[in-house]
């Protein structure tokens, strides 16, 4: 984990719950890197809970179901380069 406390998916060593979407999201701050058939659920989660903020990474995928609702819930967007999150990758 590269985080104090997060959730997983599944039940993980030092993991605070399993199941980010059966959590509480109101009061929080979250970094949301979720894989890419649940990006649409987690806009589902963050528009139902106004109360809470996120850093979603998600792919440049302006075709894709999900992200018009991305882009309606951000404040701001930053776009990386091609290959970006491998580099960083690579260095951790």
Known sequence: AQLPR???SHAAAGGA???AFAQ???GEH???HAPVHLLGTVADKLRATPAASA???APHW????WFKQ???LAQDSILLPAGSLR???ART
């Open 6 to 8: 997060f959730w997983s």
């Open 17 to 19: 719950a399993v199941d």
């Open 24 to 26: 509480e999201w109101a």
């Open 30 to 32: 979250l970094l949301a």
């Open 55 to 57: 850093v979603v990474v």
């Open 62 to 65: 302006t075709g894709a179901p």
């Open 70 to 72: 991305l882009q309606e």
């Open 87 to 89: 580099a960083v990758a």
